[in-house]
């Protein structure tokens, strides 16, 4: 039996979890955890997941999506903000007859032992609860006019949801790239200290989403490139950190965050010869010691 169902990506992103494996442009219907069902058109294979299900991004046929919900949203909220103004304003309408508001108007106390002391109390509580109840409903539309707001601010945002965030992550990137690079070459410009600082978060960021982009939404091709730009750029890392190790090896270095590490850092590169007995290492940072003769030359080829 066929099974393929909504499972959550990353945010704002829901996949689609099937037991069978589906081809790019295939149309396939998911099911809520609702029971509700839609068309929906494949995109691009993400993996699998644990428990040996086929993940893939897909996209609504009906043409449903982030921008769509917020406008529904919207129109849903601004439609409950009309309904309690319209109950606030019943509610202040009917607090009292004219008669009554005629009789209130003039002040008269409740008199204790009156043939009118009830009736007088109850009309007193029967404004009261009116006005009580229009104030609420108006509470409650102000509060739903503002949900609505939020939405409405959110009817035009691209996020990953979209194929269209393919190029708008591109062009994201390009622009902190550029902004980032403008702050490293104008120090001016900078607002505070840690302007630079951000700019390469920014960057960080985006270049994280069009990764994400790329991965949902790119064509095999593009795919096929993060795939080896990824795989070049784990190559180049275990490069740098194996290039490291070995320069520090090569000028006597180890590391030791308590005494026993040091005893037996120590005691090796007496061993290999890079120290005689009793001479001297020094600590440069983060539990990192070289032999204090090579400490100067260390530091002007790091």
Request: charged content about 35%.
């Amino acid at each position: 039996m066929e099974t393929n169902i909504y499972t959550k990506f990353c945010a704002n992103v829901f996949a689609a979890k099937c037991n069978n494996k589906h081809e790019k442009g295939e149309v396939i219907i998911l099911t809520t955890k609702h029971g509700q069902e839609h068309e929906n058109e494949v995109h691009n294979f993400l993996g699998k997941s644990r428990d040996g299900y086929f993940i893939y991004s897909i996209t609504r046929c009906d043409g449903f999506n982030a921008q769509k919900r917020a406008i529904k949203k919207t129109e849903m909220l601004q439609g409950y903000a009309s309904n309690a103004f319209k109950r606030s304003e019943e509610a202040y309408n009917s607090r009292a007859s004219k008669t009554e508001l005629e009789f209130m108007r003039l002040g008269e106390p409740i008199k204790i032992g009156h043939h009118s002391e009830n009736r007088h109390r109850k009309l007193y509580e029967k404004y009261d609860n009116k006005m009580r109840k229009s104030i609420e409903e108006r509470e409650k539309a102000l509060q739903y006019n503002k949900r609505a707001e939020y939405w409405e601010g959110k009817a035009d945002n691209v996020n990953l949801s979209m194929p269209e965030s393919l190029e708008f992550y591109k062009f994201k990137l390009e622009e902190a790239k550029k902004k980032h690079q403008y702050l490293k070459d104008n120090p001016n410009a900078r607002e505070h200290s840690l302007s630079l600082t951000y700019s390469k978060k920014s960057v960080n960021e985006a270049v994280k989403n069009l990764n994400l982009a790329v991965t949902l939404w790119g064509s095999d091709e593009d795919v096929n490139q993060l795939s080896n730009e990824k795989k070049e750029e784990a190559e180049t890392q275990a490069e740098n950190t194996k290039s490291k190790k070995d320069f520090i090896s090569e000028n006597g270095g180890f590391f030791a965050f308590n005494n026993e590490q040091f005893k037996e850092g120590y005691k090796k590169i007496l061993e290999l010869g890079y120290i005689e007995e009793g001479e001297k290492v020094t600590h440069i940072k983060a539990g990192l010691y070289i032999p204090s003769k090579n400490v100067k030359e260390f530091i002007k080829n790091l």
